[in-house]
Every structure is written in structure tokens, then in C-alpha cells.
């Protein structure tokens, strides 16, 4: 073994100097090619938001909705409080929080691409159920194989990213699949903009048309070369050897090879991925695994991003006028995510967080205050006030879509030893799925009984998280894939743990 005994990750020695290689176009396709599995996810949440403002889906399947809606003297922030049509948003997520733990064993025995592939075909199942669906039952059980999907890809994609990427730009291309999110969030957006004027079935076409980015992501698994360090963790050396060559542009790469060799006989040596994550070694990355998604979805932004439309109705904006609203917030998200592309690899992780962070919570106390101030039960709010409540949530969109939206699946990804990636990987889907299932079920009554307050409640949170940042998360920029390990041994205070 040509680094000598194995270290802690079974990694035995850095050698982040001795990498080759260049940026190929190879390797750019692939990322590009894989981080559509992002926008199945992105689709739907844009896409959801829109259709449950939609009057003739809310006529089918929820018809108290619907009357709530229509009657003038109900009050705003009330008028969807319904835990029905909260489950038609958040089955998907518990679906998929269930589907990213069998992922797990999946990806780890028969490599990335074959839960890049399962994914695709689960969505493709669930877009048609919920297309043609002629009853609630039908609709949930779409909305489940939906979530099979997303649990699959939001699994795989982000590890197979980290590990095609060069170390100097993994950052960047690993955030390809959070602008496939908020590309296709954005799309989602337009797209219900468009079908809302096809009454009565211009819902079926928002619901249906999320088998294309699923056709997309399946053709591209089945066309992508697996990793390099998945196929020499599953006995192939020689082809995972050819494919680092290939990605790299050289034939010089025993360094970053020899890692991949060290870390996944490591791995092969853990029969029980799930049960060593929690030893003490491993515990930083499950601090981080856990920390990282749930504080994403504490920002807020899934309640903006699924309700937009119900949020700007409530806040008294017509039915087009919400729509186009979360349209712009959508646009928002996805042109923001350019500037993290930009600087992620410059700047690092920690200061994108940190610096987002406190935007958020400034803009979010600002729209409390003039909900609190301006917006009644049953009033509504001015012109002036409601193009401001806009701009507010539009400086708060950027903020999550340069910070929180794509560093919270970057870091999970990046920070894991082979033999515990995919299950830290799946902890870090679950985890995401959770929150987001709690939030979508829960949002619409919060919004009821917490009114303005909802967005204070938010605010709370993304403090603690900046905080949270600063003290605990060290800065991954530049440090191998295959060498993280040695970056918690020098942390202030997860190195007392390790010991």
C-alpha cells in the first residue's frame, strides 16, 4: 500500500498535492447530464404551489377549500387551513424519506447511476398517475411515486457529483444539481402561469408534464459512466482507473486513485454502513448531516417555494397576479444560484452561509413587520405595500438561492468517507424529506394560528443556524473528497470528539 497504514477514514496520508488532472468537457457533460435529477425535485415544488390555487383542481378534490376561498368575509390567513390539501403537498416528501433509506444499499451495491435510474422511472409512474387522476386516492398515490423518485435521486445525484468532480471546481458542479432545482422551479412556475387559463384541465398539464425532466434523468442514467470511486468500491479497478483518466485528462492520477483504493477497501472492510456512521469517528458528518438539511428547510423557503401563490392570494393579490408573483420568485432563485457557482470555490463555504444567513432574517423580520403592521384578517394589503411584501420575499429568495438552497446539499455530499457516503448521503435526503414533510403539512395551519408571526418563527431559526455555521462547520473548500477526514482532526472542537 503505497500511503502505508490506514488512517481514521481509511485514508492513510494526504496527497492533495500530488492530484492531476484538468477540467475536461467529459467530465462537464456528465455533471450537467446527472444534475437533472435536481429538477424533479424543483419541479414539483413549483409546480404544487400553482396547482393548489388552481380553482378546478381545488372544485375536484378539495371542495371546502374551495367555497373558503371564494367567500370574501373569510379570514386571510385562514382561508386554506386544510390538513387534506397540506397531504396532497407533503405525502411526496414522506414517500421519499422512506425510498432515500432504501436507496442507500441500492447505490452502494450497484453504483450511482442505477438510483439515478430507479428515480426516473418512479416519477415517470407518479407524473402519469396524477395526470389522469380521477379521485383523492389516485392523486396521493401519484404524489407517492413521485416521492419514490425524489427519494432516489436527491440520494444519488448529489454523491455522484462529488465524486466526478475535480477537487478544485466541486463546489461549482456540484451545485448544478441545486440550479437544475431552481431552473426548473422557475419553469414549474411559468408553466401553471400558462395552464391556469386552460380550465378546466390545465392542472392535468402541470401535473403531467413532470414526466419530461423524469425522461431526461433516466436516459441520462442509463448513458453516464458510473464514478471512479463506486466502481473500484465495488471490485473494478481497472474501469474505475480508465474513467478517472478519462475525467481527469490524464494518465497521471495514482494519487487521487490511490485514495479511492485506500478509502473503499475501508469501505469494504463495514458491513453495516448505517451502524458505523454512528461511531465516534464519524460523528462531525452526522452532526452535519442532520444539522445541514433540517436548517435548510427552517429558513422557510419550502413555504414560499409550495405556497407562493397561496401566500400572495392570502396577502390579497388576485389569482394571475399571485401566480406571475411566484413566477418572479422563482426566477429569483434560479438566477441567484449563478453567483454560488460563481464564488463557492473562491470564497468558500462558510462565508456564502454565514452572509446569506443574515439576510434572510433581516428580510424575513421586515415582511412580519409590515404583515403585523398592514395586513388584517380580512383586510388587504395596498398597492404600494404588496409590490414591497414582493421585493422583501425576492431579497430573501436570492439570499437562500446564493447560500442555504445549494450549500445545504453541497457540504452533506462532499464531507462523508466512502464507506459511510451513501448512508451518510441517505440521512441527509431523510433528514431534508422530514422537514419538508413537516413544514408542508404544518405551514397552512402555522400561517392560520401564528398569522404575520410565521415569518418571525422563521427568522429564529436561520439565527440559530448562522451561529451554528460559524462555531461548528469548518471550510471544505479545496480539501480532497478522499481527505476530509484530516479536516475534523483539526477543527477546535470536533477533534475533542474524535479523540
Given at each position: 500500500?503505497a500511503?502505508?497504514?490506514?488512517?481514521p477514514?481509511?485514508v492513510?496520508?494526504?496527497?492533495?498535492?500530488?492530484y492531476?488532472?484538468?477540467?475536461?468537457?467529459y467530465v462537464?457533460?456528465?455533471?450537467?447530464?446527472?444534475?437533472?435529477?435536481?429538477?424533479?425535485f424543483?419541479?414539483?415544488?413549483?409546480?404544487?404551489?400553482?396547482?393548489?390555487?388552481?380553482?378546478?383542481?381545488?372544485?375536484?378534490?378539495?371542495?371546502?377549500?374551495?367555497?373558503?376561498?371564494?367567500?370574501?368575509?373569510e379570514?386571510?390567513?385562514?382561508?386554506?387551513?386544510?390538513?387534506?390539501?397540506?397531504a396532497?403537498?407533503?405525502?411526496?416528501?414522506?414517500?421519499?424519506?422512506?425510498?432515500?433509506?432504501?436507496?442507500?444499499?441500492?447505490?452502494?451495491?450497484?453504483?450511482r447511476?442505477?438510483?439515478?435510474?430507479?428515480?426516473?422511472?418512479?416519477?415517470?409512474?407518479?407524473?402519469?398517475?396524477?395526470?389522469?387522476a380521477?379521485?383523492?386516492?389516485?392523486?396521493?398515490?401519484?404524489?407517492?411515486?413521485l416521492?419514490f423518485?425524489?427519494?432516489?435521486g436527491n440520494?444519488?445525484?448529489?454523491?455522484?457529483?462529488?465524486?466526478?468532480?475535480?477537487?478544485?471546481?466541486?463546489?461549482?458542479?456540484?451545485?448544478?444539481?441545486?440550479?437544475?432545482?431552481?431552473?426548473?422551479?422557475?419553469?414549474?412556475?411559468?408553466?401553471?402561469?400558462?395552464t391556469e387559463?386552460?380550465r378546466p384541465?390545465?392542472?392535468?398539464?402541470?401535473l403531467?408534464?413532470?414526466?419530461?425532466?423524469?425522461?431526461?434523468?433516466?436516459?441520462?442514467?442509463?448513458?453516464?459512466?458510473?464514478?471512479?470511486?463506486?466502481?473500484?468500491?465495488?471490485?473494478?479497478?481497472?474501469?474505475?482507473?480508465?474513467?478517472?483518466?478519462?475525467?481527469r485528462?490524464?494518465t497521471?492520477v495514482?494519487?487521487e486513485?490511490?485514495?479511492?483504493?485506500?478509502?473503499?477497501?475501508?469501505?469494504?472492510?463495514?458491513?453495516?454502513?448505517?451502524r458505523?456512521?454512528?461511531e465516534?469517528?464519524?460523528r462531525?458528518?452526522?452532526?452535519m448531516?442532520?444539522?445541514?438539511?433540517?436548517?435548510q428547510?427552517?429558513?422557510?423557503?419550502?413555504?414560499?417555494?409550495?405556497?407562493?401563490?397561496?401566500l400572495?392570494?392570502?396577502?390579497?393579490?388576485?389569482?394571475?397576479?399571485?401566480?406571475y408573483?411566484?413566477?418572479?420568485?422563482?426566477?429569483?432563485?434560479?438566477s441567484?444560484?449563478?453567483?454560488?457557482?460563481?464564488?463557492?470555490?473562491?470564497?468558500?463555504?462558510?462565508?456564502?452561509?454565514?452572509?446569506?444567513?443574515?439576510?434572510?432574517v433581516?428580510?424575513?423580520?421586515?415582511?412580519?413587520?409590515?404583515?403585523?403592521l398592514?395586513?388584517?384578517?380580512?383586510?388587504?394589503?395596498?398597492?404600494?405595500?404588496?409590490?414591497?411584501?414582493?421585493?422583501?420575499?425576492?431579497l430573501?429568495?436570492?439570499?437562500?438561492?446564493?447560500?442555504?438552497?445549494?450549500?445545504?446539499?453541497t457540504?452533506?455530499s462532499?464531507?462523508?468517507?466512502?464507506?459511510?457516503?451513501?448512508a451518510?448521503?441517505?440521512?441527509?435526503?431523510?433528514?431534508?424529506?422530514?422537514?419538508?414533510?413537516?413544514?408542508?403539512?404544518?405551514?397552512?395551519?402555522?400561517?392560520?394560528?401564528?398569522?404575520?408571526?410565521?415569518?418571525?418563527?422563521?427568522?429564529?431559526?436561520?439565527t440559530?443556524?448562522?451561529?451554528?455555521?460559524?462555531?461548528?462547520?469548518?471550510?471544505?473548500?479545496?480539501?480532497?473528497?478522499?481527505?476530509?477526514?484530516?479536516?475534523?482532526?483539526?477543527?477546535?472542537?470536533?477533534?475533542?470528539?474524535?479523540?
Amino acid at each position: 500500500m503505497a500511503g502505508g497504514s490506514f488512517g481514521p477514514a481509511g485514508v492513510a496520508k494526504e496527497r492533495a498535492d500530488e492530484y492531476k488532472g484538468k477540467v475536461t468537457a467529459y467530465v462537464v457533460t456528465a455533471c450537467i447530464v446527472a444534475a437533472i435529477g435536481g429538477s424533479l425535485f424543483g419541479y414539483d415544488i413549483g409546480i404544487s404551489g400553482g396547482v393548489t390555487s388552481m380553482d378546478a383542481f381545488l372544485e375536484k378534490f378539495f371542495p371546502t377549500v374551495y367555497r373558503n376561498k371564494t367567500h370574501a368575509h373569510e379570514n386571510n390567513y385562514c382561508k386554506y387551513n386544510n390538513q387534506g390539501l397540506a397531504a396532497f403537498t407533503s405525502s411526496l416528501y414522506l414517500a421519499g424519506l422512506v425510498s432515500s433509506l432504501v436507496a442507500s444499499p441500492i447505490t452502494r451495491k450497484y453504483g450511482r447511476r442505477g438510483s439515478i435510474i430507479s428515480g426516473g422511472i418512479c416519477f415517470i409512474i407518479g407524473a402519469t398517475l396524477d395526470a389522469s387522476a380521477v379521485n383523492l386516492p389516485m392523486l396521493i398515490l401519484g404524489r407517492i411515486m413521485l416521492g419514490f423518485g425524489i427519494g432516489f435521486g436527491n440520494q444519488a445525484v448529489p454523491l455522484y457529483l462529488s465524486e466526478m468532480a475535480p477537487t478544485h471546481l466541486r463546489g461549482g458542479l456540484n451545485m448544478m444539481f441545486q440550479l437544475a432545482t431552481t431552473l426548473s422551479i422557475f419553469t414549474a412556475n411559468m408553466i401553471n402561469y400558462g395552464t391556469e387559463k386552460l380550465r378546466p384541465w390545465g392542472w392535468r398539464l402541470s401535473l403531467g408534464l413532470a414526466a419530461v425532466p423524469a425522461i431526461l434523468m433516466t436516459i441520462g442514467g442509463i448513458l453516464l459512466p458510473e464514478t471512479p470511486n463506486s466502481l473500484i468500491e465495488r471490485g473494478k479497478l481497472e474501469k474505475g482507473k480508465k474513467v478517472l483518466e478519462r475525467i481527469r485528462g490524464t494518465t497521471d492520477v495514482h494519487a487521487e486513485l490511490q485514495d479511492i483504493i485506500d478509502a473503499s477497501e475501508m469501505s469494504n472492510s463495514i458491513e453495516h454502513p448505517f451502524r458505523n456512521i454512528l461511531e465516534k469517528r464519524n460523528r462531525p458528518q452526522l452532526v452535519m448531516a442532520i444539522c445541514m438539511p433540517t436548517f435548510q428547510i427552517l429558513t422557510g423557503i419550502n413555504s414560499i417555494l409550495f405556497y407562493a401563490p397561496v401566500l400572495f392570494q392570502t396577502m390579497g393579490f388576485g389569482r394571475n397576479a399571485s401566480l406571475y408573483s411566484s413566477a418572479v420568485t422563482g426566477a429569483v432563485l434560479a438566477s441567484s444560484t449563478f453567483i454560488s457557482i460563481a464564488t463557492v470555490d473562491k470564497w468558500g463555504r462558510r462565508a456564502l452561509l454565514i452572509i446569506g444567513g443574515i439576510q434572510m432574517v433581516v428580510c424575513q423580520v421586515i415582511v412580519a413587520i409590515i404583515l403585523g403592521l398592514k395586513l388584517g384578517s380580512e383586510s388587504e394589503l395596498s398597492k404600494t405595500y404588496s409590490i414591497l411584501v414582493v421585493v422583501i420575499i425576492c431579497l430573501f429568495v436570492a439570499a437562500f438561492g446564493w447560500s442555504w438552497g445549494p450549500l445545504g446539499w453541497t457540504v452533506p455530499s462532499e464531507i462523508f468517507p466512502l464507506e459511510t457516503r451513501s448512508a451518510g448521503q441517505s440521512i441527509t435526503v431523510a433528514v431534508n424529506l422530514f422537514f419538508t414533510f413537516i413544514i408542508g403539512q404544518t405551514f397552512l395551519f402555522l400561517l392560520c394560528a401564528l398569522k404575520f408571526g410565521i415569518f418571525l418563527f422563521f427568522a429564529g431559526w436561520i439565527t440559530i443556524m448562522t451561529f451554528f455555521v460559524y462555531f461548528f462547520l469548518p471550510e471544505t473548500k479545496g480539501v480532497p473528497i478522499e481527505e476530509m477526514i484530516f479536516l475534523w482532526k483539526r477543527h477546535w472542537f470536533w477533534k475533542r470528539i474524535m479523540v
